[in-house]
């Protein structure tokens, strides 16, 4: 197959300076909670997404010198010449599949606390620090030698980055992660010198250090700015009109315009709240401003999408940042006309909480994210089957479908048996919950792939027990059964059940999700969960015209949401939606009418009165399959069955990423050696300094 003419726009090379891209497709830079711990994890993440067709393949945030830096977090560094080795084994492979190879330079500034080196931080004024915390310590005011050194640091960084190979070097000033965002930005900068006031002072810095850079590398390396068009606070901050003011006046200075909003969970924000290409109006205009390159994000996964960018005159590059992880090959399935194979990114952010975790990133739609050098892992592809073993797999949610996928592609016979009419498990409930219907791209994708698998059979409506299955003769098992929620309140709050008298109307996510409603009009949701499901099960219920409680024993709802950068946004909803927000209380016991509530912190008991209680609490996983086959080992040599293993939710239940996850590596260890208590996964280790 070959590409459609209509894409053919996008795979037009484009001039950035020096260099050039050999197509539009533009992998702007992201954190992947890799960095300098795992120098050869991310330099083979990188090289795959060359292998996958992007023209340009940057970076995450490199941080350029010791005064900033960001821990805990765990991004690159280019602090002295001993960081070069890892950024140039980076810059090589993605320079093997003729990639252009791109370095965001940052000096945090007043986002970094440098809690590792213990200097005092720096920014534009005498402010607290700008980080994800409430650290008690603020950034000093940079004098003219603080500038002086800065403009210095950077263009050393420069230099060297240059040295390692990489063809576009970027001047950052976005996402509340910059020094230059700082002066840029009135919130933080307040002062009365040159660099401060008026737009030309406030922007100074920006042409300054872009001039430093050009200077420093800009004959061989392309110079790109990457800046925030809007920080979402009106004139009290960076905003649009402004922006395009500063990209007017220094129009033709850099060799490209990289275009964010800020902060970051403005511009990476959730498919829950946000739909594809939503920082079109941010970006609209700037390219009559500058005769450079422009590029922008917006979770675009349509090509149809991206080919409407470029003809509207809205943007030069498609930007992808989490697409590009959901599906490295976008690209190259692009151009051989193989549209229906993308991997569309779901936009629920986990990869993003694996940098906010410190851990390596991973992908709901992508298991392999991560797992590329460490487990050798592809995207794409996976080695041939080991033998000509038969795999049943029970239960076609997100793991079950997933190890079907894998396997077939492998090229194993395999059956896969779903206890109802309808594929996808949880995905196939939660989807049609309020704003997570794109979620459903989990089940859609594997859905397609195995409808063109000969080797894969699904069998509907298929409930199975332990008796048929040792009738069938598979080799091996996977249960994949899935897990239900609690209605016994066990969860953090309560290790034991939870009192709850008779007569108390008591409804559980799995029952709303099947569509049953509280018969009591005043609902309250108890969330010992702490993820999404609380906060959308809340939603779901005022928009159904129910008085809802929202109780949470943590400070703040959904509180694990901070790691997917929207927990903002989902209180903010809840209280526009006129939901009763009560935390740091958890349900201790109900009664018909009366609902007990227990202080956090003192453990002091309060009642009130309650209607229907909707427990958002643990799971249990459906695991008397497994423990049904287990317990007739003795039977499996005379029905020739080799192994039962128990997948996703059923073994353990977590998120859907850690389900789709566990399918993967099913398929991965399907008929593979048993490695005992040795590592499953490759790991390097610092080298020890002598002395």
Known sequence: ???????????????????????????????????????????????????????????????????SEITPFIELRLWDDRDMP????????????????????????MNGANFYTREVPLGPSHLPIATFTYDPLQARAMDHQDIRNLRRWHKNAAIRAKKCGFDIIYVYAAHGFSILQHFLSRQFNHRTDEYGGSLENR??????????????????SAVAIRIAMDELIGTEGIHKAEVMEVIERMAEVPDLWDLTLSDW???????????????????IGVKKLTSKPIVGVG??????????????????????ARPSIADPFIPKKIEEGRIEDIRECIGCNICVSGDLTMSPSRCTQNPAMGEEWRKGWHPEYIRPK?????????????????????????GYEVALAEATRELGGRVARESKLPGLSAWGRVRDYRAYQLQKMTNVEIFYDSALDAAQILEFGYDHVAIATGASWRRDGIAHAHLKPMPIAEGVEVLTPDDLMAGKRP??????????????????????????????TFVTASVEVSNWSRNTMEQHKIQARLIELGVEIITNQAVAAVAPGEITLRCSYTGRETSRAGGALVLVTARLPHDQLYLDLT????????AGLKSVKGIGDAWAPGTIAIAVYAGRRFAEELDTPDIGDALPFRREIAELLQG
């Open 1 to 67: 197959m070959t590409r459609e003419s209509r894409y053919d726009i996008l795979f037009e090379p484009v001039k950035i300076g020096p260099v050039t891209a050999k197509n539009r497709f533009y992998q702007v830079p992201h954190c992947n909670g890799l960095g300098y711990r795992d120098p050869s994890a991310v330099a083979r993440m990188r090289g795959i997404k060359g292998e996958g067709g992007w023209a340009v393949i940057c970076t995450e945030q490199v941080e350029i010198h010791h005064t």
């Open 86 to 109: 890892a950024l140039t084994k980076m810059a090589e492979a993605i320079h093997e599949h003729d990639a252009l190879a791109g370095i965001e330079l940052a000096y945090n500034g």
């Open 203 to 220: 922007m100074r810095l920006l042409r300054e250090i872009t001039e430093d850079t050009k200077e420093a590398v800009g004959d061989t």
């Open 265 to 283: 969970s403005n511009d990476s924000r959730t498919s829950r709240f946000t739909e594809e290409a939503a920082e079109e109006p941010f970006v």
């Open 299 to 320: 979770r675009f996964t349509s090509p149809d999408l991206m080919v409407r960018q470029i003809k509207s005159g809205i943007l030069d590059l498609i930007g992808a």
């Open 386 to 410: 080991d033998s000509d073993s038969r795999i049943l797999i029970v239960g076609a949610g997100p793991a079950g479908l997933e190890a079907a996928r894998a396997l077939g592609v492998r």
């Open 519 to 548: 018969m009591a009009r005043e609902v309250t949701v108890f969330d010992d969960d702490h993820y999404y499901m609380g906060s959308v099960l809340a939603e779901l219920l005022a928009k159904d015209n129910y008085k809802v």
């Open 631 to 638: 317990a007739r080992q003795s039977d499996w040599a005379d």
